[in-house]
Each structure stands twice: as structure tokens, then as C-alpha cells.
């Protein structure tokens, strides 16, 4: 193969994979394995949060009390979108399906909740329709509700900034109700997440006796 022909192959290789990263957008760059160099940089902390006594709706409709939604003795996973949102947003959903799919039978252990930080434009049927999207299952719901309740919530768990376009990359992890909450700063691939949902579900796992 000569010099010329070379280059119109590595052309239309590159044609291809441009033509790929469109269609599969920010879903393919995540699963793509990163050198050391080109990690992204992600902070780990532990802290406790009060949370409000505030009211939500959840994507179905209902009505709900968070302190109630946050109290089952599943294991709880926590962050921010808002539907219309085209970059950060869909990177944290896209996790959140994976490591729900992946995650198979331990699945129903845990519950994942994204709180909407743009209620004045996401109701319900824009949540469910925005789920669909992600093929969300049974265990992960999404909220929304009156404005000054998400950012209560935001402020509680220090994530508010102002502005939704200025919102942060956080998720946060609650092995159990009464624990400390693992705060995430950046992004987190869905093999790190599930390993750190492992590592609180064997810890959390009734001894035999």
C-alpha cells in the first residue's frame, strides 16, 4: 500500500470514529479507557448533611416527603440534573444506568435518586420521558417539585450555585440511613462506582451466626 493510499485510510478512519462519537456522544466518550495522564482528577471526602424537611414529586406524580423517600434502609446514591442540560447531565445519567444494569441482582439494594435543579421546567412526564432515555429501571426515580425546594436540597448538600448552567459534577453515597455520606467531586466511571457500592454492601452485609 503506498504512501497516498495511507493517508486516505487514516482519513476515513478518522471520519468513521467523528462519525461514532456523534452518534454515541458523551455515552462512548465515558467508556473509553483513559491513560493516567488523561484521568479525570475526582475528590473524595466523607461528610454529614442535614437534610430538609421539604416535599417533592417524584416522575410518577406522586407527591412525597424526601426525609421519607431517603429513610429505607437501602443503600442511596444522590445527584443533580435537569433534563435539558447537554453536558455534565447526561455523563452522570449515563452512569447511573450503567452501574444500575451492571450492578445486576445488587441492584435492588440500592436506590438511585436524581434531583432535578430546574423544577420550573421539569415535571413529571419530562423526568419519565428523560428516564426512558437512559432505559432507567425499577430504583432510580427522579424529583422535582417547587423551586425553593431543590435549592434547599442543594444548599444542604452544598451544591448550589446560583445558576443551573453553573451546577457542579457531585454525586454522593449513603451506605445506610444515620451513616456519613461519601461525596464525589468530578467525574466517576461506572467501575469505580460500583466497586465503592460493593465495598459499603459487604460491609453492610449481616454476619453469619
Not at 471526602?45 to 414529586?57: G, H, K, R
Not at 466511571?189 to 454476619?207: F, V
Request: charged content about 20%.
Amino acid at each position: 500500500m503506498n504512501q497516498h493510499s495511507l493517508k486516505l485510510l487514516s482519513l476515513r478512519h478518522l471520519f468513521i470514529s467523528t462519525l461514532l462519537l456523534s452518534a454515541f456522544g458523551t455515552a462512548l466518550a465515558i467508556e473509553t479507557p483513559a491513560t493516567t495522564e488523561q484521568a479525570p482528577k475526582i475528590e473524595r471526602s466523607e461528610a454529614t448533611y442535614t437534610l430538609p424537611d421539604i416535599n417533592l414529586i417524584r416522575h410518577d406524580g406522586q407527591k412525597v416527603s424526601l426525609l421519607k423517600e431517603f429513610a429505607d434502609e437501602r443503600m442511596l446514591l444522590v445527584n443533580f440534573i435537569y433534563t435539558s442540560c447537554s453536558a455534565i447531565c447526561p455523563m452522570m445519567s449515563y452512569v447511573f444506568a450503567k452501574t444500575q444494569k451492571k450492578l445486576g441482582a445488587d441492584a435492588a439494594k440500592v436506590h438511585f435518586a436524581s434531583i432535578s435543579i430546574d423544577p420550573e421546567n421539569d415535571n413529571p412526564k419530562t423526568l419519565t420521558d428523560y428516564a426512558q432515555k437512559f432505559n432507567g429501571a425499577p430504583g432510580w426515580d427522579f424529583y422535582t417539585g417547587a423551586l425553593e425546594a431543590s435549592i434547599a436540597l442543594q444548599k444542604a448538600f452544598n451544591t448550589f450555585r446560583g445558576d443551573k448552567m453553573n451546577h457542579a459534577l457531585v454525586l454522593f453515597i449513603r451506605a445506610k440511613p444515620g451513616n456519613a455520606w461519601v461525596r464525589y467531586e468530578g467525574f466517576v466511571s461506572t467501575d469505580h462506582l460500583i466497586r465503592e457500592i460493593r465495598e459499603h454492601l459487604a460491609s453492610n452485609a449481616p454476619t453469619s451466626q
